[in-house]
């Protein structure tokens, strides 16, 4: 999907099945950059395990 997506709830589990679900899909172009932002440092360290 082109533009920005943004995914919220109060769950983990929710927002890293979603995250799964979106890194799972190729992207159009493969030089195409996809960017995740994350809310913390510690979200981004457990979504990297």
Avoid at 16 to 27: G, S, T, Y
């Amino acid at each position: 999907m082109r533009g920005l997506n943004l995914y919220v709830s109060n769950r983990m589990e929710i927002l890293a099945e979603k995250l799964a679900d979106v890194v799972d899909r190729p992207l159009v172009s493969p030089l195409t950059p996809e960017i995740i932002v994350v809310e913390s440092r510690g979200m981004e360290r457990l979504l990297s395990m």
